[in-house]
């Protein structure tokens, strides 16, 4: 079965560094999230990108934070100057065709830990 | 602003029986719906979705019903197992819109 792979799976950064957090689709998917979920808390959504573009973004998605598609495959959330606040589980997301009508399909998640 | 919730953070039910997770919404141009399960350090996996259109949906083991007058939505997960212990969320979202608003999350914790 299909599945949305999240590397790494843990990240432990110290405070200012720049992190990069890697996303592989479902291959016939054509939307992408970023999604993360403080400890104990609920899945916020961060920012979505289709056609190349980012589609929409919340609050969160401040200009720390960037998307990149640099391939067909990969989907990668840059965050510049981390935060502590930044430490969370982010999930990376793919929807086939169609809007809002259709379930995502969320990775295991990548585990941000920021020192 | 608008708002997904849950009535319950913590639900207990012995193993075999029935359980039911409640969720409120309060945006009324939602449309579609989605419940979620999460195991301890996994991403959310698809339980089950159900549209507008309808106000009850089934799968296997597990029943969404929607109700729009009171902006309800509940899962109901018959004859329980010990690996269905987890955190459920709704998620809400409409057609045109791209992002899913998730609840807070209801643990479900199913004794031996």
């Known amino acids: 079965e299909p599945e949305v792979t999240q590397t790494p799976s843990h990240q432990v950064t110290q405070m200012g560094q720049e992190v990069i957090l890697r996303c592989v689709p479902i291959s016939n998917h054509l939307y992408f999230y970023w999604y993360r979920q403080i400890l104990g808390q609920k899945v916020e959504f961060l920012v979505s990108?289709?056609?190349?573009?980012?589609?929409?973004k919340s609050e969160i998605f401040d200009d720390q934070f960037s998307v990149e598609r640099p391939d067909g495959s990969n989907f990668t959330l840059k965050i510049r100057s981390t935060k502590l606040e930044d430490s969370a589980m982010y999930f990376c997301?793919?929807?086939?065709?169609?809007?809002?009508?259709?379930?995502?399909?969320f990775g295991q998640g990548t585990r941000l830990t920021v020192v | 602003g608008e708002s997904v919730g849950l009535h319950l953070p913590t639900l207990s039910v012995q193993e075999g029986d029935n359980s039911i997770i409640n969720c409120a919404y309060s945006?009324?141009?939602?449309?579609?719906f989605i419940w979620y399960k999460q195991e301890s350090g996994k991403g959310p996996q698809f339980i089950i979705d159900?549209?507008?259109?309808?106000d009850k949906r089934q799968g296997q083991r597990v029943t969404v019903l929607l109700n729009k007058t009171v902006k309800h939505l509940s899962l109901q997960i018959a004859a329980t197992q010990p690996g269905d212990s987890a955190v459920y969320f709704c998620?809400?979202?409409?057609?045109?819109?791209?992002?899913?608003?998730f609840g807070t999350g209801t643990r479900l914790t199913i004794i031996p």
């Open positions: 997301a793919s929807r086939p065709a169609g809007q809002g009508d259709t379930e995502a399909f």
């Open positions: 990108f289709y056609n190349n573009e980012i589609s929409e």
């Open positions: 159900i549209r507008s259109n309808m």
């Open positions: 998620a809400e979202t409409f057609f045109g819109n791209e992002k899913l608003t």
């Open positions: 945006n009324s141009a939602s449309d579609y």
